[in-house]
């Protein structure tokens, strides 16, 4: 979601470049049906990388990308977000002497027990370009010594939401569901650790969903990792549709007509910020600080009762809605892909 518009935007340019799918997120299914709605190239270099510990999967990267880079060099190497394959493939470039630009640059949830913020202080530290989504992200890089190579363009996944938005279309699920198109319901997403792995907060995070569908339908594609330590007496609660994982375009159908999501994911803050939808994440800390200041979202810690709470005040009132914070335009591509040209036109890009 991130990748697919500066990919586009960089290929409008006229620059070759080459696309290495490290293949951390390792269900196939799921990749190739987010690559086929995205409109993504068919990936130039595919390592495979699937699971493993952290130092599993940032070794294996290191390796497949070094090795990718001394075969056919780059001018420039971009890389996304904040996962382990996005330090392991900066950590490789910067070896090398290969320039690197991060898109989504200088997101801090100032937790460090979150592997996703080591992932993003020493991506931020090495790279040569950073693009941040919104003013706290240059504010963060300041404020760490980072100065000269910040530029602010706005967020990327907001390009591919307002693109994919029209195309957007949820009736199958909601069919499915026993869902009427008009009957408000409730979005989940859950996936993190510290939400899932700990069984007492996921137990009591579950018995709230169930008291809220009581009166919603709460409609909750399960991630794999969540649904491997979900109680089984939660799949047949009425009003409480446990669903498999969904392509980009059924989701962001369902976020866009949900009444309250709820969730511990970075991107689903950032995408309800944008659509105006009611937000309640299941985290004590968020590195988009920008989606509460200038959106619905609210945080509510791991705990439930604070997570039912909040759910409930918002779906009998919702908050009002606000606009997208600056540069959430469906344009932050265009703006890469022209610093990107000038600081590195006349070489090649990956």
């Known amino acids: 979601m991130k990748a697919a518009p500066v990919i586009a935007a960089v290929e409008t340019a006229g620059v070759p470049q080459r696309l290495i799918h490290t293949g951390q997120h390792y269900d196939s299914v799921m990749s190739d049906l987010f690559f086929n709605q995205l409109g993504l190239p068919k990936p130039d270099i595919h390592l495979g990388v699937g699971s493993g510990s952290h130092a599993h999967q940032t070794a294996a990267v290191l390796a497949g990308v070094e090795k990718a880079l001394i075969d056919q060099p780059p001018g420039i190497l971009v890389v996304y977000g904040d996962v382990n394959s996005t330090m392991a493939a900066t950590l490789a470039a910067v070896k090398m002497q290969i320039p690197v630009a991060h898109v989504e640059a200088g997101l801090r949830s100032f937790d460090r027990t979150m592997p996703e913020e080591i992932n993003r202080i020493v991506t931020d530290s090495l790279a040569s370009l950073l ?77 709230a969903l169930a008291s809220i569908a009581v009166d919603y339908p709460v409609i909750f594609p399960v991630h794999p990792r969540t649904r491997a330590r979900l109680n089984p007496r939660w799949l047949s609660s009425r009003g409480l549709h446990l669903i498999e994982p969904l392509g980009y375009l059924e989701f962001l159908a369902l976020e866009r007509d949900a009444r309250l999501v709820i969730t511990d994911s970075g991107g689903v803050q950032e995408e309800t910020t944008y659509l105006g939808v009611p937000c309640v994440t299941v985290r004590t800390t968020t590195e988009r600080p920008v989606t509460i200041t200038n959106g619905s979202n609210v945080l509510v810690g791991l705990d439930p009762a604070k997570m039912l709470s909040a759910a409930r005040e918002r779906l009998e009132k919702p908050p009002p809605k606000s606009l997208p914070p600056e540069l959430w335009d469906g344009r932050a591509s265009t703006r890469i892909a022209a610093v990107l040209l000038d600081a590195f036109g006349s070489r090649r890009a990956t």
């Open 131 to 207: 693009f941040t989504p919104s003013a706290d992200g240059d504010q963060n890089l300041h404020r760490e010594g980072v100065m000269g190579k910040v530029h602010r363009v706005g967020n990327v996944m907001i390009d591919t939401l307002v693109r994919i938005l029209p195309a957007a279309d949820a009736t199958g699920v909601l069919s499915r569901a026993g869902i009427e198109r008009s009957q408000p319901y409730v979005l989940v997403t859950l996936h993190r650790p510290a939400t899932v792995d700990s069984s007492d907060v996921l137990e009591g995070v579950i018995e």
